[in-house]
């Protein structure tokens, strides 16, 4: 990873976990609110509805040992460790997350089985064959190198264990002629200039990567109707006043961040942006 957009993504991340942790919880994800996205109930419940319908959509099988790529602050690889009794394992760009998942691993009594540090997707400092689940919820768009990405989560992941990866896509384009519209391109690249992603793939593009670095059993599936409502409820919360006022106080970077919420249910509203999900196994 460039160091210039990991340096970026680092700022990023240490300077609003913390405000996101104290607004809206500890999962740094969408929520599932039913598969047409109808299903109204408390946001952070549906954080954990979408942990557990990934679960039951990818079904891996005995976990003991997995890895959260991108684990922001141990939300999933806590939640994880317990439901398995597995060993976790997470990293992420941001030593802020990563020492604050350390903390919560010790609050939960979980530091036996819970360790976090801060490692580049792209090069990781594990052996060969060392996870039985690789998870990965919303980190892929981060990634200037999809297939390296995908490379190394390969390499890690133990003969018969799983990848389960869920990440922001773009709209399928429909045949070689087909392309993204600059009025697409431009509210992306508002998107990707806030959030500091290099740029996004398609759900096909994914696995056609996954296929290629010979993963077996592949599926794919597109939730972005199930989670189309995420972005709406982070948007009301955020309308309060003390919230605002919280927001305002946490520094430009992440006050940009608030301020582009819209974007991202814009995406959505348009189909462009889509919430792509992938499995697959190693044989």
């Not at 319908?53 to 079904?59: I, P, R, S």
């Not at 999933?76 to 997470?90: D, E, H, M, P």
């Not at 939960?108 to 039985?132: E, I, R, T």
Request: contains cysteine; proline residues 4%; glycine residues 8%.
């Amino acid at each position: 990873m460039t160091s210039t957009l990991s340096q970026r993504i680092q700022t990023f991340y240490d300077t609003s976990s913390g405000l996101w942790e104290q607004i809206w919880g500890e999962h740094m994800h969408h929520g599932y609110y039913g598969a047409d996205g109808k299903r109204r109930g408390e946001r952070r419940q549906a954080q954990i509805d979408l942990i557990e319908e990934l679960l039951a959509w990818a079904k891996p099988g005995a976990v003991t040992d997995l890895l959260d790529v991108g684990c922001g602050i141990g939300g999933s690889s806590l939640y994880l460790a317990q439901k398995f009794n597995a060993k976790a394992t997470g990293i992420t760009l941001s030593p802020v997350q990563a020492n604050r998942a350390i903390a919560r691993a010790q609050e939960a009594n979980l530091s036996g089985q819970a360790q976090f540090q801060v490692a580049d997707a792209l090069d990781m400092p594990f052996a060969d064959n060392a996870f039985d689940l690789v998870w990965s919820l919303e980190s892929g768009e981060h990634m200037p190198d999809k297939r390296q990405f995908l490379q190394e989560c390969f390499r890690v992941l133990k003969p018969g264990g799983t990848l389960i990866l869920v990440t922001w896509c773009h709209r399928p384009l429909t045949s070689p002629q087909d392309a993204l519209t600059p009025q697409e391109q431009s509210l992306l690249n508002k998107i990707y200039s806030v959030y500091h992603l290099p740029y996004i793939i398609s759900l096909p593009d994914y696995a056609d990567i996954a296929q290629s670095l010979n993963f077996q059993h592949i599926q794919t599936a597109d939730w972005s109707d199930a989670v189309a409502p995420f972005w709406d409820e982070v948007i009301a919360s955020a309308l309060n006043p003390a919230t605002a006022f919280k927001i305002l106080s946490a520094g430009w970077m992440t006050l940009q961040g608030a301020f582009a919420l819209g974007l991202m249910s814009q995406g959505y509203r348009q189909g462009l942006v889509r919430y792509g999900l992938l499995s697959a196994t190693k044989s």
